[in-house]
């Protein structure tokens, strides 16, 4: 007989496959990767990261999100730890650094956990269960904030800004933030679909301006069109003012001169009943989305009609709700009740561009942020920071409730899931725990990122939560535990519910992986024998 066993070949050569605990080793640490790579960018203090695309575009920011973009990440942990920044970029618009940090820092706790021999699954449920309780501590602790509480507000739009690159104009922009916010919001709810953020170089970053109305980066098409319209009438086309339609090729033969001038003929008759039926309409103004023919350009200039063309989709869909004009695709059918109205339309310079204001809209809602700045780099972060401050302020006015900053709320959170932990049994113990351990790394990483001695910090922000301050925090600036609402550190309390949920759920997820089976067919995706891609390394 034959003692040795004939190894069985089950997946096709070149593919690896790693078991067990390599392979949760090997997805911590790629995720605790990404996670140490934004963490030097939390907080005010925290360091910018410069991004090179492949065609040499380069990125100055230090916002979560946008660094995981850029970096084109290949490992499968870690991706769906950079799903964890999108996820949060779309529901609050802010705290991606944070819910990353955290997702990275529960995979860490986890890993002494499993050198306890403690199975995953218990991991899981016990972070589950922090988890649960974190969300209603945090509805318990958090501050009621509705459209009246200016300066809370306007606290919030700072926060949001704070460390951004636009230290310089964060009170005018948090200001504008505020306004654009209030201007547009309804019983608390704010549709950002009335916000639009146009950018334009040139100028400083505070000449940074708030329009009520929409402003469109285009000029009228003919010089002979007015360049102001008082009480327009506004038709927005989705269709182009042209005789031949790109979706039906024809070819036409013609053999003979009069059977040309026929065909132009016939060609300006159409254009004309165009314009025609535009004008009979009552139409003073006309957005349209495609191209527009010029001859056609010409009987609009001759009408006296203020137009614009290629006016982008979301463009055309902000003015429909703004004006309230109808949509329109067959020109021929406009009718009256399809135009919108606005009380004045005009083109106006900015810089040495010519764009058009529509302002004084039948509803009132729509605003435009007209965002300046000396060059391209500085134009993209400033509207970094507005979105993220309108964001914050939007999250904060729908869910009705905020909390303080600089590590505040973490360092509440973990100390009341610790007393939780105390009412578990063993094994789930020790993961609320780990759970608290790892919301613990806000603080600690903006002590660290400000220079200063993380322990230290955490255990002097301790001591004052267990004496009853609920909002003492690490004020980065002065180095000292301070009373965060005090200081106007605030934020929404949905960055934070946010944060954890997807944290908790991306970490789980990956603590649950026990096998990692990879095809080797494409090179690319080839795993070095750690797990990591070699660009990890
Ligand atoms: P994120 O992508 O998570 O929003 P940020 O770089 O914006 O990352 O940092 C947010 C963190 O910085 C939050 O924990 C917030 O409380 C803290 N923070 C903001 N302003 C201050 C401040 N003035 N002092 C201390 N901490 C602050
Ligand atoms: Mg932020």
């Given at each position: 007989?034959n003692?040795?066993?004939?190894?069985?070949?089950?997946l096709?050569?070149?593919?690896?496959?790693?078991?067990?605990?390599?392979?949760?080793?090997?997805?911590?640490?790629?995720a605790?990767?990404?996670?140490?790579?934004?963490?030097?960018?939390?907080?005010?203090?925290?360091?910018?990261?410069?991004?090179?695309?492949?065609?040499n575009?380069?990125?100055?920011?230090?916002?979560?999100?946008?660094i995981?973009?850029?970096?084109?990440?290949?490992?499968?942990?870690?991706?769906?730890?950079?799903?964890?920044?999108?996820?949060?970029?779309?529901?609050?618009?802010?705290?991606?650094?944070?819910?990353?940090?955290?997702?990275?820092?529960?995979?860490?706790?986890?890993?002494?956990?499993?050198?306890?021999?403690?199975?995953?699954?218990?991991?899981?449920?016990?972070?589950?269960?922090?988890?649960?309780?974190?969300?209603?501590?945090?509805?318990?602790?958090?501050?009621?904030?509705?459209?009246?509480?200016?300066?809370?507000?306007?606290?919030?739009?700072?926060?949001?800004?704070?460390?951004?690159?636009?230290?310089?104009?964060?009170?005018?922009l948090?200001?504008?933030?505020?306004?654009?916010?209030?201007?547009?919001?309804?019983?608390?709810?704010?549709?950002?679909?009335?916000?639009?953020?146009?950018?334009?170089?040139?100028?400083g970053?505070a000449?940074?301006?708030?329009?009520?109305?929409?402003?469109?980066?285009?000029?009228?098409?003919?010089?002979?069109?007015?360049?102001?319209?008082?009480?327009?009438?506004?038709?927005l086309?989705?269709?182009?003012?042209?005789?031949?339609?790109?979706?039906?090729?024809?070819?036409?033969?013609?053999?003979?001169?009069?059977q040309?001038?026929?065909?132009?003929?016939?060609?300006?008759?159409?254009?004309?009943?165009?314009?025609?039926?535009?004008?009979?309409?009552?139409?003073?103004?006309?957005?349209?989305?495609?191209?527009?023919?010029?001859?056609?350009q010409?009987?609009?200039?001759?009408?006296?009609?203020?137009?614009?063309?290629?006016?982008?989709?979301?463009?055309?869909?902000?003015?429909?709700?703004?004006?309230?004009?109808?949509?329109?695709?067959?020109?021929?059918?406009?009718?009256?009740?399809?135009?919108?109205?606005?009380?004045?339309?005009?083109?106006?310079?900015?810089?040495?561009?010519?764009?058009?204001?529509?302002?004084?809209?039948?509803?009132?809602?729509a605003?435009?942020?007209?965002?300046?700045?000396?060059?391209?780099?500085?134009?993209?972060?400033?509207?970094?920071?507005?979105?993220?401050?309108?964001?914050?302020?939007?999250?904060?006015?729908?869910?009705?409730?905020?909390?303080?900053?600089?590590?505040?709320?973490?360092?509440?959170?973990?100390?009341?899931?610790?007393?939780?932990?105390?009412?578990?049994?063993?094994?789930?113990?020790?993961?609320?725990?780990?759970?608290?351990?790892?919301?613990?790394m806000?603080?600690r990483?903006?002590?660290?990122?400000?220079?200063?001695?993380?322990?230290?910090?955490?255990?002097?922000?301790?001591?004052?939560?267990?004496?009853?301050?609920?909002?003492?925090?690490?004020?980065?600036?002065?180095?000292?535990?301070?009373?965060?609402?005090?200081?106007?550190?605030?934020?929404?309390?949905?960055?934070?519910?946010?944060?954890?949920?997807?944290?908790?759920?991306?970490a789980i997820?990956?603590?649950?992986?026990?096998?990692?089976?990879?095809?080797?067919?494409?090179?690319?995706?080839?795993?070095?024998?750690?797990?990591?891609?070699?660009?990890?390394?």
């Amino acid at each position: 007989m034959n003692d040795q066993v004939q190894p069985i070949f089950i997946l096709p050569e070149g593919s690896s496959r790693n078991t067990g605990k390599l392979a949760q080793k090997a997805n911590i640490a790629a995720a605790k990767a990404i996670s140490d790579t934004v963490r030097t960018t939390l907080g005010p203090k925290g360091m910018d990261k410069m991004l090179v695309s492949a065609n040499n575009d380069v990125t100055i920011t230090n916002d979560g999100v946008t660094i995981l973009d850029e970096m084109q990440i290949e490992h499968p942990a870690a991706k769906m730890i950079v799903e964890v920044a999108k996820v949060q970029e779309e529901e609050v618009g802010d705290g991606t650094t944070t819910a990353v940090v955290i997702a990275g820092e529960l995979l860490h706790a986890s890993e002494s956990l499993l050198d306890k021999n403690i199975h995953p699954t218990v991991i899981a449920d016990g972070y589950k269960l922090a988890a649960q309780r974190a969300q209603s501590i945090l509805q318990a602790i958090g501050m009621d904030i509705d459209i009246t509480n200016k300066l809370t507000l306007k606290n919030i739009a700072m926060t949001a800004m704070t460390g951004k690159n636009v230290e310089w104009a964060k009170g005018k922009l948090a200001e504008i933030a505020v306004k654009a916010v209030l201007h547009v919001a309804e019983n608390n709810k704010v549709d950002m679909d009335n916000i639009k953020i146009e950018k334009k170089e040139g100028g400083g970053s505070a000449d940074t301006e708030l329009i009520d109305g929409v402003v469109l980066d285009k000029e009228r098409i003919h010089s002979d069109m007015p360049k102001r319209v008082a009480n327009a009438k506004i038709a927005l086309l989705d269709t182009a003012i042209e005789v031949k339609n790109t979706e039906i090729e024809a070819k036409i033969q013609i053999t003979d001169p009069n059977q040309l001038q026929a065909f132009l003929d016939s060609e300006e008759k159409t254009l004309k009943a165009y314009v025609d039926a535009i004008s009979n309409a009552g139409a003073s103004v006309v957005f349209c989305s495609k191209g527009i023919d010029d001859l056609a350009q010409h009987f609009l200039a001759q009408k006296g009609i203020y137009t614009v063309r290629r006016v982008t989709q979301s463009d055309i869909i902000k003015l429909s709700k703004a004006t309230g004009s109808k949509i329109v695709s067959k020109i021929n059918e406009i009718k009256p009740t399809d135009l919108g109205k606005s009380g004045l339309v005009e083109e106006k310079k900015l810089g040495d561009e010519n764009m058009t204001y529509v302002t004084k809209c039948l509803n009132p809602k729509a605003v435009t942020a007209i965002i300046r700045g000396g060059t391209a780099h500085v134009v993209d972060e400033v509207e970094r920071a507005l979105k993220d401050a309108i964001g914050d302020l939007s999250a904060a006015l729908s869910n009705g409730k905020c909390v303080a900053g600089g590590g505040a709320v973490e360092v509440e959170l973990a100390k009341e899931l610790r007393k939780y932990a105390d009412s578990l049994s063993g094994r789930e113990q020790l993961a609320v725990q780990a759970f608290a351990e790892a919301l613990e790394m806000i603080p600690r990483t903006l002590a660290e990122n400000a220079g200063l001695d993380p322990i230290d910090m955490l255990t002097a922000l301790k001591a004052e939560h267990d004496s009853g301050k609920k909002w003492s925090g690490l004020n980065v600036f002065s180095g000292q535990a301070q009373d965060m609402w005090q200081a106007g550190v605030i934020e929404p309390l949905k960055i934070k519910t946010q944060a954890i949920q997807s944290a908790t759920e991306a970490a789980i997820l990956i603590l649950r992986i026990d096998d990692i089976i990879s095809s080797g067919k494409s090179n690319q995706q080839q795993m070095h024998p750690q797990g990591m891609p070699p660009g990890m390394m």
